[in-house]
């Protein structure tokens, strides 16, 4: 108690005993010294599991039992990810009659590590379906479906979607669907809009353009 918190995250049991040694001799003199007259013994016990529920887009939604030390990355992959209608934007843990927002790509793209949110008891992890749908093609490094939010532009799409290969144009092509209300009679659904690579961070993406 009146030494604090004493971090030991990651380290070996005999590297924890050497730590808390350390730390716990600052206090206690006793402790220190050739021939020291106290002496203290460090074990670990069995962890009990947590228990946690997944429900929604996941490939294997259920009740799961986790190590304590779990957290939201590991039991996706225990559940064998998110299904290709899910949401990777917004992702919710329900503890305690609050809601706790998850965003996969702020974890992924910019390493936003401390995101990843350790679980706990009896929390539930929510999966809804994605709310957008941007297509991405042609000379990027990794082209394919992306999931914006309303705030996103072309920009943040090329940034998760590896950025322009060098033999890139600097036009881009927007297919975008035509609303309903917009239409004229005969009108294509798609319009196409071109866009210069110099106006990507002001440029809105809309759900279903394609690009």
Do not use: E, T, W
């Given at each position: 108690k009146d030494a604090g918190l004493i971090n030991v995250t990651g380290k070996t049991l005999i590297e924890s005993k050497k730590t808390i040694l350390n730390q716990l001799s600052k206090i206690y003199s006793t402790l220190r010294g050739e021939n020291p007259t106290s002496f203290f013994e460090l074990s670990l016990g069995s962890l009990k599991m947590i228990n946690v529920s997944m429900i929604g887009l996941v490939n294997q939604p259920g009740f799961y039992s986790f190590h304590p030390f779990s957290t939201i990355v590991t039991a996706l992959i225990q559940a064998e990810g998110i299904n290709k209608n899910g949401t990777l934007r917004n992702i919710i843990i329900e503890r305690n009659g609050r809601e706790i927002f998850f965003d996969f790509?702020?974890?992924?793209?910019?390493?936003?590590?401390?995101?990843?949110?350790?679980?706990f008891d009896g929390d539930i992890i929510k999966v809804f379906p994605r709310k957008s749908e941007v297509t991405i093609v042609g000379e990027v490094y990794i082209p394919g479906i992306y999931e914006l939010e309303s705030d996103e532009t072309l920009e943040d799409l090329l940034?998760?979607?590896?950025?322009?290969?060098?033999?890139?144009?600097?036009?881009?092509?927007?297919?975008?669907?035509?609303?309903?209300?917009?239409?004229?009679?005969?009108?294509?659904?798609?319009?196409?809009?071109?866009?210069?690579?110099?106006?990507?961070?002001t440029t809105k993406l809309f759900n279903g353009d394609f690009i």
């Open positions: 790509y702020s974890f992924i793209h910019k390493k936003n590590n401390h995101n990843n949110i350790k679980l940034y998760y979607s590896g950025g322009f290969k060098p033999k890139a144009q600097s036009k881009i092509q927007i297919s975008r669907i035509q609303s309903i209300k917009s239409r004229q009679i005969n009108d294509a659904i798609d319009k196409n809009i071109y866009v210069d690579g110099q106006n990507i961070s």
